[in-house]
């Protein structure tokens, strides 16, 4: 091994490192924090795991109303993405405990993102030089929106996972390569657009037999997994709007959210934009990032509004962010050190400063209310826990029940709903629900009641 070599990897071995550990940041958060409500649905598929045991062909959650699939589902069926991760979090958890299982999560959720890294290096490296690849690894780990999403109870940044070591291993064994980019089609179908970076590999005749054999692996698991979830209509959530649902593409509130406010800002940090466009507008462009951007781009267009109301659907860009970044800065190094020094520093300072409040819990009541819920209450009750449609307060309760009042609440206790429980007293159905139904906690900042026991009768 010469010295180039080994400062090489010990260079990158000090990155992954670094980024594992910054990704401990307030790792004890309760599912209460930015995106609660995503986190807290795929937190409750693991819970479940460990409850009833690993099924991965029947997912299933907390939430049995019919708030996100317009069915109701009182089986808690949760048809989303293949359960992969929660499966990997519940067997964490069973076979290590002594953290919580939230815990867990974020750490798997932080070893993911490390080995994303490394694979982000790979691809550099591949497509690119070595210090494309360190510095793309050292961007992806270290970008404040990459923090705070790559330590998030999510299946996301394990599919991002699989498809770079998919794309990684493409040009060297393509059922190898099929078989891994699977497992991320399997997270989101999404990862599709990854494979616009190597349309150069797929319509070259000479790899015709490798495109096939990467198409069939790669698309057939995901074509059974939809087929299988379609038998269940009640546990598949409302999707059609994720990709122009209010008609926002190309609009200029489009534009504005997507490269203004969150690729330009959030991510990027303002500043950030100059080594990054750095690397389209140089002379010698590199095709396999060129491509990689154009991927993404068309990913938030045709995945519009899902893009424009949920930033966490940007994980899927990072890695091609991470490498442009690293590309135009490594350009702009030989011109204009203390240009790329400022604009870099500047780009982790205001992007911190957006990122910094993500992991902030502001309504610490849901977690008291759902701790007292789950200590006075039997385990098999079905709780009410109403919380603008957010499964985090109902996660809280470790009850399966109700995020909303979806029907009248006559409908909903014939459902089997045991007691009712809410942080938000003066609301018009705590009001109402107080006055027909018996206390049986009550503070300041939450009350429950129980159902069955009437103050009015019908």
């Known amino acids: 091994m010469n010295n180039k070599f080994k400062l090489e990897y010990i260079?990158?071995?000090?990155?992954?490192?670094?980024?594992?550990?910054?990704?401990?940041?307030?790792?004890?958060?309760?599912?209460?924090?930015?995106?609660?409500?995503?986190?807290?649905?795929?937190?409750?598929?693991?819970?479940?795991?460990?409850?009833?045991?690993?099924?991965?062909?029947?997912?299933r959650y907390h939430d049995i109303s019919s708030i996100q699939t317009g069915i109701f589902n009182p089986e808690g069926f949760?048809?989303?993405?293949?359960?992969?991760?929660?499966?990997?979090?519940?067997?964490?958890?069973?076979?290590?405990?002594?953290?919580?299982?939230?815990?867990?999560?974020?750490?798997?959720?932080?070893?993911?993102?490390?080995?994303?890294?490394?694979?982000?290096?790979?691809?550099?490296?591949?497509?690119?030089?070595?210090?494309?690849?360190?510095?793309?690894?050292?961007?992806?780990?270290?970008?404040?929106?990459?923090?705070?999403?790559?330590?998030?109870?999510?299946?996301?940044?394990?599919?991002?996972?699989f498809a770079v070591a998919g794309l990684y291993f493409l040009e060297i064994n393509s059922f190898a390569s099929g078989l891994i980019f699977s497992l991320a089609l399997l997270q989101k179908p999404y990862f599709a657009f990854y494979l616009i970076a190597f349309a150069p590999f797929f319509f070259e005749r000479k790899n015709l037999k490798k495109v096939i054999t990467f198409t069939l692996t790669a698309f057939i698991p995901l074509m059974a997994w939809r087929f299988w979830i379609s038998k269940f209509p009640e546990g598949i959530p409302f999707w059609e709007w994720a990709f122009n649902g209010d008609r926002i593409r190309f609009h200029l509130a489009f534009w504005r959210w997507i490269f203004g406010e969150r690729l330009g800002v959030l991510i990027l940090g303002g500043w950030g934009l100059i080594p990054f466009a750095a690397s389209l507008v140089k002379k010698n462009v590199n095709k396999f990032i060129l491509w990689f951007l154009v991927g993404c781009l068309a990913y938030v267009s045709v995945v519009a509004s899902a893009n424009v109301r949920h930033d966490y659907?940007?994980?899927?860009?990072?890695?091609?962010?991470?490498?442009?970044?690293?590309?135009?800065?490594?350009?702009?190094?030989?011109?204009?050190?203390?240009?790329?020094?400022?604009?870099?520093?500047?780009?982790?300072?205001?992007?911190?400063?957006?990122?910094k409040p993500f992991y902030q819990v502001n309504h610490y009541e849901i977690i008291e209310a759902g701790q007292e819920v789950d200590r006075i209450t039997?385990?098999?009750?079905?709780?009410?826990?109403?919380?603008?449609?957010?499964?985090?307060f109902l996660y809280a309760t470790n009850r399966w029940g109700w995020p909303a009042v979806d029907n009248s609440i006559d409908n909903i206790i014939e459902r089997g709903a045991d007691y009712y429980v809410s942080v938000d007293q003066s609301s018009p159905d705590s009001l109402l629900f107080s006055k027909m139904f018996a206390t049986i906690k009550k503070t300041d900042r939450y009350i429950i009641l129980d159902l069955h026991k009437r103050l009015i009768q019908k």
Do not use: C
């Open 78 to 161: 949760r048809m989303v993405e293949f359960p992969v991760y929660n499966a990997i979090h519940a067997i964490a958890f069973e076979t290590f405990g002594k953290f919580s299982l939230e815990v867990w999560g974020r750490l798997l959720t932080a070893v993911i993102s490390v080995f994303t890294a490394f694979f982000i290096f790979l691809l550099g490296r591949k497509y690119a030089n070595t210090l494309v690849g360190l510095l793309a690894s050292f961007f992806y780990l270290f970008l404040p929106f990459s923090i705070y999403f790559g330590r998030v109870i999510l299946p996301d940044p394990l599919g991002v996972l």
């Open 378 to 392: 039997p385990k098999d009750a079905l709780v009410v826990a109403p919380y603008n449609g957010d499964t985090a």
């Open 11 to 59: 260079l990158l071995s000090l990155v992954l490192i670094g980024g594992f550990l910054a990704r401990l940041y307030k790792v004890q958060n309760p599912v209460a924090d930015w995106h609660s409500w995503r986190q807290a649905d795929t937190a409750s598929v693991s819970k479940t795991f460990v409850q009833r045991g690993i099924n991965l062909l029947y997912p």
């Open 313 to 355: 659907y940007q994980i899927l860009i990072i890695p091609a962010v991470s490498l442009a970044l690293a590309d135009g800065s490594l350009w702009l190094w030989k011109r204009s050190k203390v240009l790329v020094l400022f604009s870099v520093f500047v780009m982790f300072l205001v992007s911190w400063d957006r990122v």
